[in-house]
């Protein structure tokens, strides 16, 4: 017979470990199902997120980035080094001692607020049960009043660039290079692209990033998209736009092997040889084999599962959360779902604003926003008004050697409610949150120019950028 739970969730990622901890704090029976496994082939919790996404891939950036700094500005703070060396072994073992500690935390949280673990693979059947088959070859079942969906997202394969881990990767491959490639190919320019593209360039190795579309993040305002590709550019990163591939093909044996890449952009037909080739052209909803047939849970044309503004799926007792539904494939959005529908099962006001869900790229510079771009406002016909300041006139900033970026705050004409905050520069990823809290505030550009912020910081960029919104910036011209 089915154990009873309060409450099931299948997946244990941010979406996932977050509902159960929850619903489990709020004195409901819960279980967790997850099918992960660490490098050492023990059941590793924390999705793609603690696993191969987020944590590790920051890991890197941080190694890659003082490698940088010691070669190319530590010269500036008068620090000279000879011969420096990176040893890649050490740089990808921090990394996994990393995840190994984060992924056995949330064990730890599960058992302190009494969550039940369940290791295989959880399929939902008619009647909120779950069949879990374990990783020990055992199959179990469970009974769930409410039933979570939390499976996530997978890297999404090219027809003609099969992931072969070793020529051709995705982000887990890119994560665990035993050694610097010489030259690193990368399709697609977006988050994960630019990001390991960039652990990798520091490290020596000559990349080359291919990009479909014409304009380089799009999704960003357009003035930190152009600052960010202009910066990009001076470190050598070769991004190349509207670089459409058709082909791959692997050539050699072994260490030899080398990757030939076919594309066609506004010239004609070109190819590019590459010692590693990164594919970073999205995810997609991991929902396949999630459902058994007669769940009454619908999945779109793409495999998203279809839920409301809720996250409920329109079957009595089943929800779902994070990467698997519609919204952006963020880490924190999930965190945010999987609290709300928690809270939603106990009856409580559960809510998620998506409007105020910041965005970060942690490359150098960093790049960051939240809210609406100008392009949006324009096209949805908002009058706005803007200001923006430059870190260059950043006593902090340039103390730093970092005057590289700007800010820009954008607010309603007539109402001077902020409406964006849009960011490029050193430590934009902690900043970005001073318009996030001010915009669930509902608060004005004017709000944020009349808070006393310390100096010399780098958050006086967003206190001089919204002066700079009624022309009253004191440290740049009007």
């Known amino acids: 017979m089915a154990e009873q739970f309060d409450v099931i969730v299948i997946g244990a990622g941010p979406a996932g470990y977050h509902a ?24 590793a919790l924390g999705g793609t997120c603690l696993r191969v996404g987020c944590i590790p891939s920051k890991a890197l950036l941080d190694s890659s980035r003082q490698y940088w700094n010691l070669q190319h500005l530590f010269g500036e703070h008068g620090i000279s080094v000879k011969d420096a060396k990176i040893d890649i072994g050490a740089m990808v073992g921090r990394k996994d001692k990393i995840v190994k500690q984060f992924t056995g935390g949330i064990a730890m949280l599960f058992k302190a607020n009494k969550v039940t673990p369940y290791y295989g693979f959880g399929q939902l059947q008619p009647g909120n049960i779950v069949k879990v088959k374990q990783h020990d070859g055992t199959e179990v079942e469970l009974k769930g009043t409410n039933v979570i969906l939390a499976a996530g997202s997978d890297s999404i394969e090219l027809p003609f660039a099969k992931f072969d881990g070793e020529a051709i990767v995705d982000n887990v ?5 035993t050694e610097v490639p010489k030259r690193l190919g990368v399709i697609g320019a977006g988050v994960i692209g630019l990001e390991l593209g960039s652990v990798w360039k520091r490290l020596g190795s000559e990349v080359t990033v291919l990009e479909a579309l014409p304009d380089f993040l799009a999704a960003a305002d357009a003035e930190v998209a152009k600052t960010a590709a202009r910066e990009f550019k001076k470190q050598g990163l070769d991004i190349r736009l509207g ?6 093909e692997v050539k050699g044996k072994g260490k030899n092997k080398t990757v030939e890449v076919t594309y066609t952009d506004a010239e004609g037909e070109k190819t590019l040889t590459v010692d590693k080739l990164l594919v970073a ?10 459902l058994a047939e007669g769940t009454g849970v619908k999945l779109n044309e793409r495999g998203v599962i279809e839920v409301d503004e809720h996250c409920h799926t329109g079957v ?63 096209a949805e016909g908002v009058a706005y008004k803007t200001g923006s300041f430059p870190f260059a006139a950043l006593g902090r900033a340039v103390a730093m050697a970092e005057p590289a970026g700007f800010v820009k705050v954008i607010a309603d004409a007539e109402t001077d409610r902020v409406l964006g905050l849009h960011l490029v520069g050193v430590g934009v990823s902690e900043l970005v949150h001073e318009g996030v809290l001010t915009m669930e505030f509902k608060g004005s550009a004017d709000d944020l120019a009349r808070i006393c912020h310390a100096h010399p910081t780098l958050s006086e960029s967003i206190h001089d950028a919204a002066m700079a919104v009624d022309k009253r910036a004191i440290h740049k011209a009007n």
């Open 20 to 43: 159960a901890i929850r619903a489990a704090q709020l004195g409901m029976k819960t279980a967790c199902i997850d099918a992960a496994l660490g490098k050492d082939g023990k059941p």
């Open 173 to 177: 491959g890119a994560l665990d290079f």
């Open 243 to 248: 670089a459409k591939v058709s082909k791959t």
């Open 281 to 290: 052209v999205g995810r997609r909803a991991a929902s396949k084999g999630l």
């Open 316 to 378: 009595d007792g089943v929800w779902a959360v994070g990467d698997c539904v519609r919204g952006p494939m963020l880490a924190h959005k999930g965190f945010e779902e999987g609290i709300a529908v928690a809270e939603l099962i106990a009856g409580l006001p559960g809510h998620v604003n998506y409007d105020t869900i910041p965005w970060v790229i942690y490359t150098e510079p960093e790049i960051a926003w939240v809210g609406k771009t100008e392009q949006q406002l324009k």
